[in-house]
T-cell receptor, first 111, second 112 residues
Framework: TQLLEQSPQFLSIQEGENLTVYCNSS?????LQWYRQEPGEGPVLLVT?????EVKKLKRLTFQFGDARKDSSLHITAAQPGDTGLYLC???????????FGTGTRLQVTL | NAGVMQNPRHLVRRRGQEARLRCSPM?????VYWYRQLPEEGLKFMVY????????ESGMPKERFSAEFPKEGPSILRIQQVVRGDSAAYFC??????????FGSGTRLTVV
């Protein structure tokens, strides 16, 4: 069974601070995605990383896929209240279509 | 271009009743996936369907749960004889091929 552990589970920070969320596994994934989910809604895809060592930037968000494709990180610079939500990583193994989701990181950004 | 539509948004069922959750994929999407999310947890894969075919049901409980995606109409996730442990948010996602999901807003099932 493939597992994706996210840390931290909860994070409460003030506007303007930086933060990093980690997603770790002992399994290799062919691709990894990050989603943000707001209360009462479905997850919304932020990014997909495919190549080991790949770094992608989305405005103030920076995503990295580990060299061995077993882990990933999400770094947010100068967090804003609009970044508040549940952040989920999800990996795809081989050619499988299904995703294995991480345990989630709940981020709260206050003024 | 409407997104993935799920209904109902909220569903309350008494123990022993049947729950039917519907998912209309995005236009042009022929792949549908169902996931379940318990409170404060990530999503757990249940089943992957293409039109009229179940491709992967490795995440479906062996009893009481079934899913279909007919040639015409929405995909249906059916839970028979619901129990309190079935209370969760059920999300559907669709894609035009094996990858590239778009999720719906989910159905929140409460069993009383």
């Amino acid at each position: 069974t493939q597992l994706l552990e996210q840390s931290p589970q909860f994070l409460s920070i003030q506007e303007g601070e930086n933060l990093t969320v980690y997603c770790n596994s002992s399994s290799v994934f062919s691709s990894l995605q990050w989603y943000r989910q707001e209360p009462g809604e479905g997850p919304v895809l932020l990014v997909t990383v495919v190549t080991g060592g790949e770094v992608k930037k989305l405005k103030r968000l920076t995503f990295q896929f580990g060299d061995a494709r077993k882990d990933s990180s999400l770094h947010i610079t100068a967090a804003q209240p609009g970044d508040t939500g549940l952040y989920l990583c999800a990996g795809r193994a081989g050619t499988a279509s299904k995703l294995t989701f991480g345990t989630g990181t709940r981020l709260q950004v206050t003024l | 271009n409407a997104g993935v539509m799920q209904n109902p948004r909220h569903l309350v069922r008494r123990r022993g009743q049947e729950a039917r959750l519907r998912c209309s994929p995005m236009k042009g999407h022929s792949h549908v996936y169902w996931y379940r999310q318990l409170p404060e947890e990530g999503l757990k894969f249940m089943v992957y369907l293409q039109k009229e075919n179940i491709i992967d049901e490795s995440g479906m409980p062996k009893e009481r749960f079934s899913a279909e995606f007919p040639k015409e109409g929405p995909s249906i996730l059916r839970i028979q004889q619901v129990v309190r442990g079935d209370s969760a948010a059920y999300f559907c996602a669709s894609s035009p091929r094996e990858y590239g999901y778009t999720f719906g807003s989910g159905t929140r099932l409460t069993v009383v």
